[in-house]
């Protein structure tokens, strides 16, 4: 059922636009879902990605909006006058309207909220109450719209206002019943509401029991209860219980999602949200940086061996060098192993015991994965025919490697934690460079007491 | 308003289950939710946890059951008998009892199946369908509860027969619309039909506008299509596009979830769906075989090196030694940048544009990144008062690197994923370790080149 989107179809769209063909643009676009219709516009060029956003109903615009690039949405916008984006904001859901008010400039944003009150008030009003919510919290998540009906409503008067309320709301969850001060009190299902009798009161049918988060609750808290308990909307109330708004799982979904790729990012030393089409410069500025870590990484290595040159005169231990990138490689994988296990135990919450017992059992398996490694360095010390001291030198140094780039590998991670810094910044590249460096710093000291030169 | 799961509270249950209080025991837990009777059951051993799950009503254990870490569930589960495991998968959605039964043993799958039809031949049925299907497609994570109406129906037909079908079904998303025939033709939201007339017919009210998957739809895609268009669930259909299940949300975010914390663990080289209190012979698994790799690949370096021994001996050149670690650190730092790019513009499907003009951003990106880092390694020089002729060498050789480096990173992904192979598998140990060995060799293959020696 997958929608194609073909090279022929865009460049028939190209085409119309050029020709000002409205009426047939209009008609072939009719039938296709927005989020195609982002797509088809992330192939156009900004002159024709604006021709089609003004050309195109409102309803159907500030959805594909809403899908692009941030990038490309502002650029867009800047082509648009503060009339055009009031009418496309007007279409969109509170919480998207108010994300992308937040991405334009500030006297910009004032101007269209401006306009936005002219036609619409209330949502003037919910959008400037968004705006003042931290990004990430679940205040900045929510949506104003939902449908909330009092505790004190009969069932037919509910499904009344219900029709009436539910025509702004795209999806209906879960009916919120209030009290008479707008406290959250429970919920009600559409199919509880279907199979209820109409005379009852909503106070005799209502599940009192229901889940909410608080206006400042961390994003990150918000999907995990939504995940943990299944939910596919999540009332958010402020300090007082009143309820002010909800969150739904398709933007969980969405914020999962980011999450975790900036997780998987962070590990592999890229710094920002870039995506593969993103252009050099924005690329080399998520990249730089992290390589220019592990220069200096490199360069301390450099200073260490210098420390330790008067060993390549010795026919018998020069060989040691030889074996640096190896000890740099396994300290590297062993730190980053270690490191991403307790980020995603941190990250799903856990992580339990007591650090001592995490420290014994990290010892134990860098014990076992240490001697199954040495075990593979003395069968190849064997086969190169090296005196079995170098190889057991090698082998021991090894061991303490890997023992130490565990440690520091799972105990980095929780020290951030611990100090409220996100410990997905110590994997990859950050991890990689301390246990270069000491890794071979150890690898050396280690050998030379083992080897008495 | 998240529960919190006291220590206290973990050791007042421990000691009703020793004294059989079963009546508080009972009490104690019946407001608790289920996710969070999971997370008690997995603080205790496999005894109590038994206990617990027989004491409790089905209706509740067998949600808590689905919470569970696959491997104590089955220990769980190999404590009951047939008839209980019985009750407790008819207390499950289908897909869930059918993923429970398909991690039983063979014999015991088929006792439970033969004791389920006694009770339910209908459930029983479906349970043997779902089997049929490969796990990670659209069959595989389908349920078969869903409520369908038939498109000759009334509004008030259509409300009557819904009321009857939702009771089996915990959340009603969609009511979907078949023909004669079963066949798929389109869909109805709750809201609509609360808003639509009673006489009208269903075939004038229905949206036939319907997104779906197939069977055998990878669930990747079936992720990807739901993200998309923003879907709470999607019908599912077989060949004859015969309305046979759907996948809701929920399912699905787990399923997000999992592939991203695979690939993360991938990228940092973890083999196996591993986590951090995992026993330490798990977690070896999992991570041992990724160091041997390393290993190896530490020892090819080795090998490349000893090619260049003669180096050793000369004063002037011998400090290229020194270098190994950083060149190799940059190889692989580069190397995972570029392919967590890839594999993560693969899996969200924006790798766009001819490989060639990937090529040349590559080349373009790595051009910049290692002219910034050329520079500060003979700025380095300048400070350490080395031959200019061997800064530039060390900046040269490191500039080579790191366009090889790119390529590797970035094509070997776009290859794998040509040949039908996850790309993921690409990232992290692989190809650090071949980068290691690459950037070894390319170090000292220039550094020789312009040294003349």
Redesign the interface.
């Known amino acids: ?2 929608f194609e989107i073909s090279n022929e179809l865009i460049n028939q769209v190209k085409h119309l636009i050029k020709d000002e063909g409205d009426t047939r643009l209009q008609d072939m676009l009719s039938e296709i ?1 927005f ?1 195609d219709i982002a797509e088809i516009i992330e192939e156009l060029n900004l002159y024709q990605a604006t021709y089609l956003i003004k050309l195109l109903d409102s309803e159907k615009s500030s959805e594909a909006l809403m899908e692009l690039e941030e990038d490309f949405r502002e650029r867009i916008l800047d082509n648009l006058s503060v009339k055009e984006i009031a009418e496309e904001l007007e279409e969109m859901d509170t919480d998207d309207a108010a994300d992308v008010i937040a991405e334009l400039p500030e006297d910009r944003a004032e101007e269209v909220i401006a306009e936005i009150e002219i036609e619409d008030e209330k949502l003037a009003e919910d959008i400037k109450e968004l705006l003042t919510y931290e990004e990430d919290t679940a205040g900045g998540l929510m949506a104003k719209e939902l449908v909330k009906v009092k505790e004190t409503w009969t069932v037919a008067g509910c ?1 009344r206002e ?2 009436r309320q ?1 025509e702004k709301v795209t ?2 969850h879960s009916i919120y019943v209030v009290d008479k001060d707008e406290r959250l009190k429970g919920r009600l ?3 509880d ?3 209820a009798s109409a005379k009852a009161h909503i106070s005799e049918v209502y599940i009192p029991k229901v ?4 206006v400042d609750t961390d994003g990150e ?1 918000v999907a995990r ?8 909307a999540i009332p958010v109330v402020d300090h007082e219980t009143t309820l002010v708004g909800r969150i739904t ?2 933007d ?3 914020f ?2 980011d999450e ?2 900036k ?3 962070m ?4 710094s920002q949200d ?4 993103d252009n ?1 410069w924005e ?2 500025r998520a ?2 940086p ?3 870590l ?2 200096f ?3 301390g ?2 200073f260490i ?2 420390g330790f040159e008067e060993l ?1 005169t010795n026919p018998k231990y ?2 040691l ?10 300290a ?3 730190g ?2 270690s ?4 980020v ?2 941190l990250a ?1 919450d ?4 007591s650090l001592w017992n995490r420290l014994l ?1 990290e010892i ?2 860098s014990l ?2 240490g001697i ?2 040495a075990l ?2 003395i069968v ?1 010390g064997f086969i190169m025919n090296y005196e079995i001291s170098f190889s057991l030198t090698i082998a021991a140094a090894l061991m303490s490697v890997i023992i130490v780039a565990a440690l520091i590998g799972t105990f980095v991670p929780i020290i951030l934690d611990k100090r409220g810094i996100d410990p997905a910044i110590a ?3 950050f991890i ?2 301390s246990n ?1 460096i000491f890794g ?1 710093f150890l690898f050396f000291y280690i050998a030379k007491l083992i080897l008495h030169f």
């Open positions: 059922m997958s879902h989020a499904v219900m029709r539910a999806r209906v299902s559409l199919k509401l279907l199979t889940d909410y988060v608080n808290e209860i939504m995940q943990k308990y299944d939910l596919e799982i398709d969980m979904v969405d999962i999602k975790a790729e997780d998987y990012q590990a592999a030393g890229i870039v995506e593969a089409d050099v690329l080399t990249r730089l992290w390589l220019i592990g220069l990484g490199g360069l290595s450099v061996m210098e390549m020069k060989s060098f030889f074996y640096t990138p190896l000890i740099a490689a396994m590297g994988n062993v980053v192993q490191s991403a296990i307790i995603q135990g799903n856990n992580v339990k015991g059992k134990g398996l076992i994965n199954a490694l593979l360095i190849f994997t990859g590249p990689t460079t270069d071979i």
